[in-house]
């Protein structure tokens, strides 16, 4: 299941859902309201500057009292109302229906928690969020290191990850496509190379998707591809990495059962075309210096190879 | 002492009391040069260079005599026998040292240190190569 690359760059001005339009209709009220406001304000200097000596005047006490006081209380309490009246509400927990994903935040990448509905199990992914389009999401965030901040501005507003807490946000996207999302509260030296991608499926697609998803890495049968799983337990790639059906105990970097399918290696770092897998590998502190994952540069190059393709064909 | 005033007498307390501790210092056994925590480990530390290797510790650690050990992820392991603390929190002591080569996340629970599969056996020769590192 390929999944199209998001067309535009990340926009709060470009909102794929409810929440994300709330935000998006009050960014242009102030907008266009304090452009409005501006242009009057330079129109009064205008006329007070080219003000005739004798002319007509008005009083002072007009001024600082309807346009220093009067005017701001009534157009900034109608500004909190209003805002105040599209705030969503806090939710004790997800209302029925609701789809549950849990994301915890690491130095640096997202790691994203599904259930399966067949076995009830839960399924761990990483770096990318895939949602049915026209279904509420109910989006658990913690985190188990310092404060990250999860934001998507298609979907909604930011919300902080915090040690120890599960924070909630709910979204929900109208039509299937694919947006980018980024940590927006610095954590660290690869702060600004810690981003998602949020794909959004028609349903159907997504239950789909989800299945496949659930599923163990298939066995692989040449020979290449063989020695590629070779390689990645021969190289202790395992102790951190979690290839569900090959190796199940390394949980300090992000599951790489399906790691082929995804549009980006290293958390929106590269974009999975070929070539990025073995690259990642070889050079991940060139690419993303500090990221907890030691690039495999004295690897030989035939392993290398194998494990790459091994890695690539995991969709 | 009844002639002495009460401040007088207290430093003479306080004096006996000071002479009292001295003398029972020097009497006291001379403390055993190794610490009981380090005699539990007796590692081969030439086959734990050569575990060290296997192991490719070297990814991500610098260290002295391992081939391609020029990682930069971990912190150097020059001179790690003389370290007070493994990972700044537990005790350099032979022991830990092993302990944490086998399992890092069960002594610091927030390590980014993977458990590489190193057995208790293995993990005595490893540390007692990194012991001696000085």
């Known amino acids: ?315 | 002492m009844p002639f002495l005033p009460p401040l007088s007498r207290a430093l003479c307390l306080l004096l006996c009391l000071l002479g009292g501790a001295g003398l029972a210092a020097c009497g006291a056994k001379p403390a055993d040069p190794v610490p009981p925590l380090q005699l539990a480990v007796r590692g081969d530390a030439a086959l734990g260079l050569r575990l060290i290797t296997q192991y490719q510790c070297g990814t991500c650690h610098a260290i002295p005599d391992v081939p391609a050990a020029r990682g930069v992820n971990g912190p150097s392991l020059q001179a790690f026998g003389k370290r007070s603390y493994i990972a700044g929190r537990v005790p350099n002591f032979p022991d830990a040292l092993a302990q944490w080569l086998v399992s890092p996340a069960s002594l610091v629970p927030d390590t980014a240190m993977p458990s590489m599969g190193v057995s208790p056996e293995e993990a005595r020769h490893m540390a007692a190569y990194l012991g001696q590192l000085k």
């Open chain 1, 1 to 315: 299941m390929s999944s199209p690359l998001p067309q535009q760059l990340q926009s709060v001005l470009a909102p794929a859902g409810e929440a994300a339009d709330r935000i998006g209709s009050l960014s242009w009220v102030l907008i266009i309201g304090s452009l409005l406001i501006f242009v009057f304000v330079m129109v009064l200097l205008a006329l007070a500057i080219g003000r005739r000596k004798g002319g007509r005047t008005v009083h002072t006490r007009l001024w600082v009292l309807g346009g220093g006081v009067a005017f701001p209380v009534v157009v900034l309490t109608a500004l909190l109302a209003w805002s105040t009246a599209r705030t969503p509400g806090w939710m004790e927990r997800p209302p029925p229906g609701a789809l549950v994903v849990g994301i915890t935040a690491h130095m640096w990448w997202w790691e994203m928690r599904y259930r399966d509905p067949a076995s009830g199990q839960e399924v761990v992914l990483a770096n990318e969020l895939h949602l049915p389009a026209g279904r509420p999401v109910w989006l658990g965030l913690s985190s188990p290191n310092v404060i990250h901040s999860f934001w998507v501005p298609a979907l909604g507003g930011k919300m902080d990850m915090v040690p120890g807490r599960v924070v909630h946000l709910m979204v929900q996207v109208d039509q299937p496509g694919s947006w980018r999302g980024q940590c927006a509260e610095y954590c660290g030296e690869q702060h600004a190379r810690m981003a998602l991608h949020v794909v959004a499926h028609p349903p159907a697609e997504f239950d789909a998707w989800l299945a496949a998803q659930a599923k163990p890495a298939a066995a692989s049968g040449a020979a290449l591809l063989e020695e590629g799983k070779n390689v990645f337990l021969a190289q202790r790639c395992n102790a951190c990495h979690t290839v569900r059906g090959v190796a199940e105990e390394g949980k300090l970097g992000p599951d790489l059962t399906h790691v082929g399918s995804r549009l980006y290696l290293g958390a929106g770092t590269l974009l999975n075309q070929p070539g990025a897998m073995a690259h990642w590998i070889a050079h991940t502190q060139a690419v993303k210096p500090g990221a907890r994952m030691p690039s495999s540069s004295d690897m030989d190059a035939q392993a290398l190879a194998a494990l790459a393709a091994w890695l690539e064909q995991l969709k």
